[in-house]
C-alpha cells in the first residue's frame, strides 16, 4: 500500500509510451504508480518499495521479464507479490515460461487498457 | 610566391570557421527544433491520453506543428493498444480528416509521398484505407508497396493475407516485410502459409515455416514435421525451431534423429526443439551430443538437458570427461535453482 492507502503497483518496461498509458489508466483507477525502465531497477525498486502488484514487460533490457520474476520470487519482501507479464510473445512456451518463472497472469501486446485494468483488479482480488 | 601561400593559407582558414560557424549554428537549430517537438509532445500527451481513455476532450486551438505533434504521440500510442483504445486513434484521425488527408496523397505521383501515405495510414488505425492500401501494394514503387505491406499488417487486415503472401512467394516485396506483416495480422494467416510448404523454392519456406512456428498450434506439426527430412539443411534447422515453438511432442522421435543430422546448425535447432518440447527420452542423446559435438551443438545440447532434466544434467557433469559445456550449465541451473 501507498502512504495514502492506495494501492500500489510497479509497471517495468523500455517503452516509454507503454509506462505512460499503463500509469494514466491504473492511476484513475485509484492505484498509486511506480514506474522502472528496465528488470533490474524494477527488481530493486520492488525490494525497496514492496507494491501491492508488479506489471513487467516481457523484453527488457538488463533484465527480462522472466528473469526479473525470479528474482522477485527469491526476496522475502516479494515473494508473494503478484507479478503479471506484458508480453509479445504469446506462444504456448512462452506463457508457460512466465508461469515456471512465478508470473501469476499475462496480457498480450499490442495491450487494451481496460482489459489490462481488470485483470490487475482481478488478480489483487485473489490475494 | 610566399605572399600568394599567405593568401591561400588565409582564405583556408576563414572557410574553415565558416564552416564550423555553420555546423554549429546547425546544431543549435536542430537542438531548438527537438526541445520545441518535446514540449509540445509534453503539452499534449494529457489530451492523447485522455483521447485514448475515451474521455470527451475539447482540444485547445492548435497550429499546423502541434497537430503534427499530437498525431505522432497517437501514432505512437496506436502501436501499443488495441481494441476499443485503438478504434477511438482512428476515429480521432478519421474525425480529422488526416485519413482523407492521406488517402489523397496515396495518388501522388511522387513515389515518396505514396510511401509516406501508405506508412501514415497504418498508424492511424485507419480500416477504411484497407481497399486503397491493398492497391498500393502492387504500386511499381517498391518503398511504397512495403510501406503498405507494413500498414496492412498493422491494420491486422485479413483481405492482405493472400496477397501478402503471394508477395513472400514471388519475392516482389523485401520477404522480410512481407513475413512480418502476416505476422501482424496473425493466427489467421496460418491456413494461407500452410500453403506455402509445399513445392516453394527454400528461401520461402523458411519463412512459411518460421512464421508457423510463431503462429500456428499443434495441428501444424506433421506438416512440419515432413520438412526435418528436406534436402535444404537451412529448411530442416527452421523446421527442428518450428516444432520446439509448437511444443510438437510427436516430433520427438524425428528432432532425436535430427541431432544426427550431417549439418551443425541444425543439430543445434534440434537440440534447442527438444528442450523446449521436454523430452524425457532424449537426455541420454542430448548427454552424448554435449561431450562430443562440436562448440555450438555442444553447447545447445547442454543448455537442453539443462530444460529436460536438471538431475541427469547434474548426474552427467559430474561424471569424468563431461567437458565443458555440460559442466557449465550444471553451474548455471545451480545458479537459476
Given at each position: 500500500?501507498?502512504?495514502?492507502?492506495?494501492?500500489?503497483?510497479?509497471?517495468?518496461?523500455?517503452?516509454?509510451?507503454?509506462?505512460?498509458?499503463?500509469?494514466?489508466?491504473?492511476?484513475?483507477?485509484?492505484?498509486?504508480?511506480?514506474?522502472?525502465?528496465?528488470?533490474?531497477?524494477?527488481?530493486?525498486?520492488?525490494?525497496?518499495?514492496?507494491?501491492?502488484?508488479?506489471?513487467?514487460?516481457?523484453?527488457?533490457?538488463?533484465?527480462?521479464?522472466?528473469?526479473?520474476?525470479?528474482?522477485?520470487?527469491?526476496?522475502?519482501?516479494?515473494?508473494?507479490?503478484?507479478?503479471?507479464?506484458?508480453?509479445?510473445?504469446?506462444?504456448?512456451?512462452?506463457?508457460?515460461?512466465?508461469?515456471?518463472?512465478?508470473?501469476?497472469?499475462?496480457?498480450?501486446?499490442?495491450?487494451?487498457?481496460?482489459?489490462?485494468?481488470?485483470?490487475?483488479?482481478?488478480?489483487?482480488?485473489?490475494? | 610566391?610566399?605572399?600568394?601561400?599567405?593568401?591561400?593559407?588565409?582564405?583556408?582558414?576563414?572557410?574553415?570557421?565558416?564552416?564550423?560557424?555553420?555546423?554549429?549554428?546547425?546544431?543549435?537549430?536542430?537542438?531548438?527544433?527537438?526541445?520545441?517537438?518535446?514540449?509540445?509532445?509534453?503539452?499534449?500527451?494529457?489530451?492523447?491520453?485522455?483521447?485514448?481513455?475515451?474521455?470527451?476532450?475539447?482540444?485547445?486551438?492548435?497550429?499546423?506543428?502541434?497537430?503534427?505533434?499530437?498525431?505522432?504521440?497517437?501514432?505512437?500510442?496506436?502501436?501499443?493498444?488495441?481494441g476499443a483504445a485503438l478504434a477511438r486513434i482512428g476515429a480521432f484521425f478519421e474525425d480529422?480528416?488526416?485519413?482523407?488527408?492521406?488517402?489523397?496523397?496515396?495518388?501522388?505521383?511522387?513515389?515518396?509521398?505514396?510511401?509516406?501515405?501508405?506508412?501514415?495510414?497504418?498508424?492511424?488505425?485507419?480500416?477504411?484505407?484497407?481497399?486503397?492500401?491493398?492497391?498500393?501494394?502492387?504500386?511499381?514503387?517498391?518503398?511504397?508497396?512495403?510501406?503498405?505491406?507494413?500498414?496492412?499488417?498493422?491494420?491486422?487486415?485479413?483481405?492482405?493475407?493472400?496477397?501478402?503472401?503471394?508477395?513472400?512467394?514471388?519475392?516482389?516485396?523485401?520477404?522480410?516485410?512481407?513475413?512480418?506483416?502476416?505476422?501482424?495480422?496473425?493466427?489467421?494467416?496460418?491456413?494461407?502459409?500452410?500453403?506455402?510448404?509445399?513445392?516453394?523454392?527454400?528461401?520461402?519456406?523458411?519463412?512459411?515455416?518460421?512464421?508457423?512456428?510463431?503462429?500456428?498450434?499443434?495441428?501444424?506439426?506433421?506438416q512440419v514435421m515432413a520438412l526435418l527430412r528436406d534436402t535444404s539443411a537451412e529448411v530442416?534447422?527452421?523446421?527442428?525451431?518450428?516444432?520446439?515453438?509448437?511444443?510438437?511432442?510427436?516430433?520427438?522421435?524425428?528432432?532425436?534423429?535430427?541431432?544426427?543430422?550431417?549439418?551443425?546448425?541444425?543439430?543445434?535447432?534440434?537440440?534447442?526443439?527438444?528442450?523446449?518440447?521436454?523430452?524425457?527420452?532424449?537426455?541420454?542423446?542430448?548427454?552424448?551430443?554435449?561431450?562430443?559435438?562440436?562448440?555450438?551443438?555442444?553447447?545447445?545440447?547442454?543448455?537442453?538437458?539443462?530444460?529436460?532434466?536438471?538431475?541427469?544434467?547434474?548426474?552427467?557433469?559430474?561424471?569424468?570427461?563431461?567437458?565443458?559445456?555440460?559442466?557449465?550449465?550444471?553451474?548455471?541451473?545451480?545458479?537459476?535453482?
Amino acid at each position: 500500500m501507498s502512504e495514502n492507502g492506495q494501492p500500489l503497483i510497479l509497471i517495468a518496461d523500455d517503452d516509454p509510451d507503454i509506462l505512460e498509458l499503463v500509469s494514466f489508466r491504473l492511476e484513475r483507477a485509484g492505484y498509486e504508480v511506480l514506474q522502472a525502465r528496465n528488470g533490474e531497477e524494477a527488481v530493486q525498486v520492488a525490494i525497496v518499495r514492496r507494491p501491492d502488484l508488479a506489471i513487467l514487460d516481457v523484453m527488457m533490457p538488463r533484465l527480462d521479464g522472466y528473469e526479473a520474476t525470479r528474482r522477485l520470487r527469491e526476496h522475502d519482501e516479494t515473494r508473494r507479490m503478484p507479478v503479471i507479464l506484458l508480453t509479445a510473445r504469446v506462444q504456448e512456451d512462452d506463457i508457460a515460461r512466465g508461469f515456471e518463472a512465478g508470473a501469476d497472469d499475462y496480457v498480450k501486446k499490442p495491450f487494451s487498457p481496460q482489459e489490462l485494468g481488470s485483470r490487475v483488479q482481478a488478480v489483487l482480488g485473489r490475494r | 610566391m610566399i605572399e600568394e601561400l599567405g593568401w591561400v593559407s588565409g582564405a583556408l582558414a576563414l572557410l574553415s570557421f565558416l564552416l564550423v560557424c555553420t555546423l554549429a549554428g546547425r546544431r543549435v537549430t536542430l537542438a531548438r527544433a527537438e526541445r520545441r517537438r518535446v514540449d509540445a509532445e509534453e503539452r499534449l500527451r494529457p489530451f492523447a491520453l485522455g483521447l485514448v481513455e475515451g474521455d470527451s476532450i475539447s482540444l485547445p486551438p492548435l497550429n499546423a506543428y502541434e497537430s503534427r505533434a499530437l498525431a505522432v504521440v497517437l501514432t505512437r500510442y496506436a502501436r501499443q493498444v488495441s481494441g476499443a483504445a485503438l478504434a477511438r486513434i482512428g476515429a480521432f484521425f478519421e474525425d480529422r480528416g488526416h485519413v482523407t488527408h492521406e488517402l489523397s496523397h496515396l495518388e501522388d505521383r511522387r513515389a515518396w509521398r505514396r510511401a509516406s501515405a501508405a506508412h501514415a495510414l497504418g498508424g492511424m488505425a485507419a480500416e477504411r484505407a484497407i481497399p486503397a492500401l491493398l492497391k498500393a501494394l502492387t504500386d511499381p514503387d517498391r518503398d511504397v508497396a512495403a510501406a503498405a505491406a507494413r500498414s496492412l499488417g498493422r491494420l491486422g487486415a485479413l483481405e492482405a493475407v493472400e496477397p501478402l503472401a503471394y508477395a513472400l512467394r514471388d519475392g516482389r516485396l523485401p520477404r522480410a516485410v512481407s513475413a512480418q506483416a502476416l505476422l501482424s495480422i496473425g493466427p489467421p494467416a496460418v491456413p494461407r502459409l500452410r500453403d506455402l510448404l509445399a513445392d516453394t523454392p527454400s528461401e520461402v519456406t523458411v519463412f512459411a515455416v518460421d512464421l508457423i512456428g510463431l503462429l500456428g498450434d499443434a495441428s501444424d506439426a506433421p506438416q512440419v514435421m515432413a520438412l526435418l527430412r528436406d534436402t535444404s539443411a537451412e529448411v530442416r534447422a527452421h523446421a527442428a525451431r518450428a516444432l520446439g515453438r509448437l511444443g510438437a511432442e510427436e516430433a520427438a522421435n524425428e528432432l532425436r534423429r535430427a541431432l544426427d543430422d550431417r549439418i551443425p546448425f541444425v543439430r543445434v535447432n534440434a537440440a534447442h526443439a527438444l528442450g523446449a518440447i521436454g523430452d524425457a527420452f532424449a537426455t541420454l542423446a542430448l548427454a552424448r551430443q554435449a561431450r562430443v559435438d562440436g562448440f555450438d551443438p555442444a553447447e545447445a545440447a547442454a543448455r537442453a538437458l539443462a530444460r529436460v532434466s536438471p538431475e541427469v544434467l547434474e548426474a552427467v557433469a559430474s561424471a569424468p570427461g563431461a567437458g565443458p559445456h555440460l559442466a557449465q550449465a550444471a553451474d548455471v541451473a545451480q545458479v537459476q535453482a
